[in-house]
C-alpha cells in the first residue's frame, strides 16, 4: 500500500515528539508500505512568528507573511527526516514547491490547483520515505503560498490524490471523531466510519477534527481518509464514500455552535426587494450568513431573522441600522447567548420522523426553539446558549447515539 | 548609485532592530540610490535550529541541515521586506533561489557557481527595495544549499558582483577594520581604507570582521566593500583594490591568534619523502596546517614543527604517535600555550627592514620567538600564549599604527 500520513502540530510539538512520529513513519514503512508523510508546524510556532510579523508592521503584506509562517513547517521537515535517518531509514524532506504542489496567488489563503509530485514519486521508487511541508505551495510566478489555517490537512488530502495513495491518514490529538463532543457528553462514541457528507456538515459545525476543504477534496477525488491519534494505536475513523452500512444509521452525530448571534430586523414591509436588498448589504461587508427565517406578521410587516459569526456581530449592527431606516424597517436588535445545535446523518435521507424526534427530546426539556433548517442529512435548531449542554446530551440519548448499528 | 547592503545576525537580532534597519535602507533609498539588501538570521536563530537537530539525530544529514538553518534567513528576508513597507516604501523579498544564487552540491559549505539575479535586477527596475536571503542557494538539484558560517556575507559581495553594484556595505556590530583589536590596544585605530589582500590576511589571521572567501570574491570582481556599524553614522573601513596611498604605510595591521597548537616531531631521519609522509598523513585526515618549520639537528637527524588548529590537537597527536613509529622518528610532542602574531601591510613590499624591526621589537621586551613564517605582505612569529597582549601592544606602538598615513 501506499499510505500518506498527516501529523499535526502538537503531534511534532517537540524533538521528542517528533522522534516518536519517526518511530511510527518507520513501524508503517517496516510493515511493508511505502510512507509519504505530512507535517505541519511544531505547535506554537505559526503564531510565534505571526506575533513577530506584527511587531515589524502593523499591516503584514500577505506575500511576506506567507515567507515568513512557510518556514515553521520547513523545519519540521527537516528534523522529521533526520530523525527518520537516525533510525536507519532513507528519507528526504520536500518544500510545497519541491513536493509540486502549486497554488493560486491569493496569499495566505491560496487554493491549490494542482500538484505534479514528481520528487515525491521519485523518492518513493527509491524506497525513501518523503517528508512534505504541510500548508504550504508555490505559486505560478514562483512565490511561496500558504493554504491558510488547517492547510496541512488539505495538504495531506492532495498529496494522496495525487499519488493515488490507498489512504490519508490523518494523525491529530484525539483519536477518531465522535459522535459529539466527548468533553461534554462523556457516553460520546468513536464513530468506525462516516460519510464525506456527514464529515462536511459536522467540520462546519463546530466538531473541528478536519479542515473542511480537506474534506471537500478527498469527497471529489475519493481519498479514503482515517483520522487517528498520534499518542496511542486505537483504530481512528475512516471518512469515506457512504456506503449503505451507513445508512442505517440515522444520526451519526450531533454538534454545537456558540460562536454565531442571531439579528433579528423587525417591522420590515413586506415587499419585494427587501430582503436582497438585506442580504446584499451583509455581503457587500464580507459577512456570512448561516441561518434564515422570515416570520409574517400584521398589517405587511414582517420580521426577520438571521445568524452571523460572533465576530461581525458590532460590524453588522451598525450597517443594520442604516439599512433599517433605508427600508423603513423599525428597528434592529442582536441576540449574543444564542447556540447552533444539529444532528447530522445521511440515514435522514431514507428515515422519516427525524426532526419531529429531535424538536420533541427538546420540548420535553423545555427547551424553546428560536430558529430551524435543515438540509438533506443535517437538521439545526438555534436555541438559548444556557441550554446547549442540556440539548446535545438530551439528543445524543434520543437518538442512541451511544449505541453502535 | 546601486547599493548592496549586507546586515548580519546581530543588526536584525529582534523586531525593534529589524525596524531600525529598514529606516537606514529607507534613508538610502530616499537619498535617491537603488537598494539591495543581504540579510542573516536573527542572532541566536542558527544555532537554536541547529540545537534541535541535533536533539533529534547524532550525525544530521547535510542536505536536512541545509533546509532546517536555511530557514532563518527566510524568517529576516520577510520581516525586513515588511517594516521597509510599512515605511511606504516598496519592497520584496527573496530567498536565495529567487534570487538566482546557484551553488554546487556539498551541502553546509556549497560554493557559490553563478549569480543569475534576474529577479532582483527586475526589482531594483520596478523602484523595490530587493531584500536577500544570505548564506544561502540552490543546487542543481533544486535542493537548497547554504555556504557555511559567514556565508551571508559572500552572498552580499557574489549579489554586489552580480548586479554590478556600485558599493557593498557591510553592516556589522563594529565600525571598521582596526590596527588591532581595540579591546586589546586602546590607540588602535580604524583604517579608512584597506587592500583586499591586507584584509585576506587579517581576516585569515583572526581579525574577524569579514569573512574570507567574501574578501576573496570581492577582489576577484573588483567589488569595493565597506565595513560598517549598523548601530552609529560612522564612516567605516573601505575594502578595495591597492593603491599608490596604500603603500606608503608599511603596517597597516596587527593580528593575533591563539587557536592553533605546535606540533614538534623529533629526531626526524632527514632523507627524502619523510616531509611529504608526514603532512600527506595530515592532509589525508582533513586538517589544515598552517606554519611548518624545520631545524637541522645533528646526526642526519631533524626536528619538524608546524601549528594546526587548537580542535585538531589531540587528532593529530593520535595520527602523528603512528607516523613517528612508521618513520623511525623519536617522538612527538604538543605545545598548547602559543599564539601567532602577525603583522600585515602591502607597503612590506617596498620597505626593507620590517622583519628586523618586528624581532627586535619583541626582543626588546623578552618575547622569544619560536616559528616565523612570511609572505610578500605579511610576518608572522609563533611566540608563548602569555605574551600576545604584550606583542601586540609592542608593535602596534613599533610601527605607528595609531597614526594616519
Redesign the interface.
Known sequence: MLIVQKYGGTSVGN??R??NV?RRVVRTKEEGHDVVVVVSAMSGETDK?IN??N???????P???D??V??GE??T???????I??LGHKA??F?GR?AGIISDSVHTRARIEKITGERLRCAVREGKIAVVAGFQGITEK???STLGRGGSDLSAVAVAAALKADVCDIYTDVDGVYTTDPNMVPQARKLDKISYDEMLELASLGAKVLQTRSVEFAKKYNVPVRVLSSFNDNPGTLVTKEDADMEKVVVSGVAYDKNQVKVTVQGVPDKPGVAANIFNTISDNNVVVDMIIQNIGEGGLTDMSFTVPRTDAKKILEVMKKVVAEIGAKNVNIKEDIAKISIVGVGMRSHSGVAAKMFSAMAKEGINIMMISTSEIKISCVIDAKYTELAVRVLHDAFEMDKAA
Do not use: G, Y
Open positions: 524533538p521528542e517528533i522522534r519517526a512568528l513577530l510579523a511587531q515589524v508592521s502593523e499591516n503584514p503584506d506575500r511576506e507573511m515567507m515568513l512557510s518556514t520547513r523545519v521537515i527537516a528534523l522529521l527526516a533526520m530523525a535517518q537516525s528526504q524532506s518544500t519541491q514562483d512565490d511561496v
